[in-house]
């Protein structure tokens, strides 16, 4: 079962993973680019949360399908990234690097690539720039999300009078952590699937709202062009230096959940967010975001300083035409067009097996 589509969101997914790009390539033009990964949190809790609650309303819900799409969704473009990783690597890291790429492989594979991120250098330390799968942090407590997340609503989905007040509760109580750890622990504020748990519900909350409401049409303009500005707010005020996600991670995801909220009537959502070139970069976002690090992370290890502009304009580039390969040769064919009973067990197994071959170069030492 699955939801209207909107093009809107897929130009909202684009606005996201550009501000993304852009801040890791070029962080001078936008300092709060990173911020994109909050919007796409948002993104993703309306979006899935938005099935499970039509199949649990309609009494079709199952785990093994929540999980089964969560396989075809997630794994065949990022197996194919974490094997070139690793194969580039190979030929071009000295053995302590290749470990440390090996063992945040094994963990990528198992989605815990926030907590073993959350031990080492920070998010902005320079340490950072060298981790060709730093990324994966935000796939790591997204995974988290959705492992937990369909079990709590299904247990309490039979209570309707409690439905909304405990999306409502957990979203808060998250948020409230969050603001907490801004104060006292950044690093966990930052990498903690309990701290940002509240943007991923921020969007199940409204997903739920939206299926017993309509949007307050003659309002999504003013909506629309408010949530823009927000989104703006963010990624030009938010900076490396602020305590984030904090208080500030409430700009980008009020502006994602009111985007959203505004419907794809309102003009900006019709018109700008619904063109051509950014739905094309939003069906790409997600082997976009998997592809643009690790091009950014190994030049500037190749390079052994900041890559020079070109060197990063190109980066950015192979990247781009990576994502398409990837979401036209592997991505697509994979999750639509192969229907074998075999495919979810397949691609667990060659996760299994990427797994495997990280662990297996972390504990020999970068298979000096």
């Known amino acids: 079962m ?37 919007v796409f ?37 990022l197996i194919t990234m974490l094997a070139a990783s690793y194969a580039f690597g190979w030929f071009f890291l000295f053995n302590d690097d290749f ?60 209570f309707k009078a409690i439905r909304l007040p405990l999306i409502a509760s957990l979203t808060l109580s998250s948020l409230a952590w969050n603001i907490y750890q ?17 943007e991923l519900s921020a969007g199940a909350w409204l997903a739920f709202h939206l299926s017993r409401r309509t949007q307050a049409h003659h309002l999504a303009n003013y909506v629309s062009a408010f949530a823009v500005f927000v989104l703006l707010l963010a990624v030009f005020v938010i900076d490396s230096k602020k305590a984030f996600p904090g208080y500030w991670a409430v700009l ?6 009111l985007l959203i909220y505004a419907g794809p009537q309102a003009w900006l959502n019709r018109v700008v967010f619904s063109n051509r070139v ?12 998997l592809w643009h690090w ?23 580039l192979l990247s781009i035409t990576l994502a398409w390969l990837t979401f036209v040769w592997i991505e697509k064919p994979l999750r639509f067009d192969w229907k074998s009973r075999w495919r979810t067990p397949l691609l667990v197994l060659g996760m299994a097996v990427m797994g495997y071959v990280g662990l297996m170069c972390k504990n020999s030492d970068g298979l000096s």
């Open 2 to 38: 699955h939801l209207p589509y909107r093009s809107d969101i897929d130009g909202l997914r684009a606005f996201a993973v550009t501000t993304v790009l852009i801040f890791h390539a070029f962080p001078s033009l936008i300092p709060g680019g990173f911020v994109g990964v909050d």
């Open 252 to 257: 980008p995801v009020l502006g994602a959940v």
């Open 294 to 316: 690790p091009a950014l992370a190994f030049a500037r290890i190749v390079e052994g300083a900041t890559p020079s502009v070109a060197i990063r304009i190109g980066a950015v």
């Open 99 to 158: 470990r440390r790429l090996g063992s945040h492989i094994f963990r990528a594979s198992l989605f815990l690539s926030n907590f073993i991120l959350w031990r080492e250098a920070g998010y902005f330390d320079n340490a950072a720039e060298t981790k060709p799968l730093l990324h994966l942090w935000s796939l790591g407590i997204e995974e988290q999300f959705y492992i937990v997340w369909p079990l709590i609503l299904w247990a309490f989905w039979r």
């Open 278 to 289: 950014l739905v094309w970069i939003g069906m790409i976002s997600y082997p976009l975001y």
């Open 41 to 77: 949190f948002v993104i993703s809790g309306f979006l899935i949360s938005g099935i499970v609650f039509r199949e649990l309303e309609a009494g079709e819900f199952s785990f093994a399908n929540f999980y089964a799409r969560r396989v075809k969704r997630i794994f065949p473009a």
């Open 182 to 198: 801004s104060h006292h622990d950044l690093t966990h504020d930052f990498y903690s699937p309990l701290t940002r748990f509240w």
